[in-house]
C-alpha cells in the first residue's frame, strides 16, 4: 500500500484526467455546490442534472430559496423523491439568510449548524466550494476505502464508520487539493469502484489495493444489516368531477408530506380489491368506476403495490382537497408515483 500522500496524488491525478463534465463542476459557489450535493443523495446524476439546472433558474440564490413558498420548492423537486430533503434545503437557506447574511460560514463546526447540513455534505462544500482540506464520506468513499483497505467489517459498523472518516480525514490532509481529491474519491466510487463489476484493470490505486491483492474484491464491501422491506397494498382512487381530479395534500406523519396526492386507503384483503372498492363508490355516490394501470413504488423500506381507480362523482368525496384541472396536476408538488398514474392514464 503507498503512503497517504502517494495515494491522494493518485487519486487527484486520475480524476483531473477523467472528470466527468457535469454542471456543478464549473463552479465554485457554495450554495449551487450545496444544491447538488444533496440533490444527489440518494439519486443517480443523470436524473439530476435538469432538476439541478431548473431549481438553479428559479432559485438562484439563498436569498431567492428563502424567501419562496414551501410549495413552489416543493413543485420545483416534484419526481426526485425524499422530499424532507427540498424543506431542509428551504429551511437552511432561511438560517442562512437570518444569521450569516445569506453566506456560507467557513468552518465545519458553523456550517453543520445549518438546517439539514450533516457532516458529509458540510465536507462537501467547504472543500469543492472553498478548497479546505475537510473530509468527506458518502457510499462512494465507503466502498473505495473497504477495498483499498482491505476492511473486513460491515460497512454500516460504527467501527467501520469511524475508520472511513479517520482515513477519509487523513487523506485529504495530504493531497494538494481538497476540491479535486474528494471529488476524485467519490467519481472513482461512481465510476470505477462500482458495486458490481468493478472495473479494477483502470483504477489508478490498483498496485496498492489491498482487496485486489488478497482476491477480496468482490467479497467487499458487505453490510451487517441488509435492508428488510415490508409489502403494503393501497387503492389511490382518483375521484373526477367535470374534468377535474379531486386532491388533497399528504401531513407531516404522511409520506410525501406536503405535496398532493389522491386520497389513499390501505386494501385489507388485495384479493378482493374489487368489493373494496365497490364500497368506496358506494360511499360517495359514485356514478361509475374504472380500474387503472396497477403500480409498484418504494419508498422508506416498503414495497407498495398500488391499485388507482378512477370513480366519476358528482361531489367532493371529503373535506380538505381541492379540484384541480387534470392538465394542472403534473406542475403542482406531487410525487412521482402521481405523475406516472396519470401519465399512464389520462
Known amino acids: 500500500m503507498g503512503s497517504l500522500r502517494e495515494t491522494a496524488e493518485s487519486v487527484s491525478r486520475w480524476f483531473e484526467k477523467h472528470r466527468r463534465n457535469l454542471p456543478w463542476r464549473k463552479t465554485s459557489d457554495p450554495y449551487a455546490i450545496w444544491v447538488s450535493e444533496v440533490m444527489l443523495q440518494q439519486t443517480q446524476v443523470s436524473t439530476v442534472i435538469p432538476y439541478y439546472e431548473r431549481f ?150 490498483i498496485s496498492s489495493c489491498a482487496a485486489h491483492k488478497k482476491k477480496l474484491v468482490d467479497q467487499l464491501p458487505f453490510k451487517k444489516n441488509k435492508t428488510q422491506y415490508k409489502e403494503l397494498h393501497q387503492l389511490k382512487l382518483l375521484f373526477e368531477k367535470s374534468g377535474k381530479i379531486w386532491l388533497r395534500k399528504n401531513t407531516e406523519k404522511e409520506w410525501w408530506s406536503g405535496l398532493w396526492d389522491f386520497p389513499t386507503t390501505p386494501l385489507k384483503n388485495p384479493r378482493k380489491w374489487i368489493s373494496e372498492v365497490e364500497g368506496q363508490a358506494k360511499a360517495v355516490g359514485a356514478i361509475s368506476w374504472r380500474e387503472l394501470s396497477h403500480q409498484k413504488h418504494t419508498v422508506t423500506h416498503h414495497r407498495l403495490q398500488i391499485i388507482p381507480v378512477h370513480l366519476k362523482v358528482k361531489k367532493a368525496p371529503s373535506k380538505g382537497g381541492k379540484w384541480v384541472p387534470v392538465k394542472e396536476i403534473p406542475a403542482l408538488p406531487v410525487s412521482a408515483l402521481v405523475k406516472k398514474i396519470m401519465l399512464q392514464d389520462f
Open 56 to 205: 438553479l433558474t428559479r432559485f438562484p440564490n439563498v436569498k431567492a430559496l428563502a424567501e419562496s413558498p414551501e410549495e413552489k420548492v416543493l413543485a420545483h423537486w416534484a419526481g426526485l423523491g425524499y422530499y424532507s430533503r427540498a424543506k431542509n434545503l428551504r429551511r437552511g437557506a432561511q438560517f442562512l439568510l437570518e444569521n450569516h447574511q445569506g453566506r456560507f460560514p467557513r468552518s465545519r463546526d458553523e456550517i453543520l449548524k445549518v438546517p439539514g447540513i450533516g457532516p458529509y455534505t458540510a465536507g462537501a462544500v467547504l472543500s469543492i466550494a472553498f478548497d479546505l482540506k475537510e473530509p468527506l464520506v458518502d457510499g462512494n468513499v465507503e466502498r473505495v476505502f473497504s477495498r483499498y483497505f482491505a476492511l473486513e467489517l460491515p460497512i454500516d459498523s460504527p467501527q467501520a464508520k469511524r475508520f472511513f472518516w479517520e482515513k477519509a480525514d487523513a487523506l485529504v490532509q495530504q493531497c494538494t487539493s481538497a476540491r479535486i481529491f474528494n471529488q476524485g474519491l467519490m467519481e472513482l466510487g461512481s465510476l470505477i469502484c462500482t458495486k458490481s463489476s468493478p472495473q479494477c484493470g483502470r483504477c489508478p490505486l
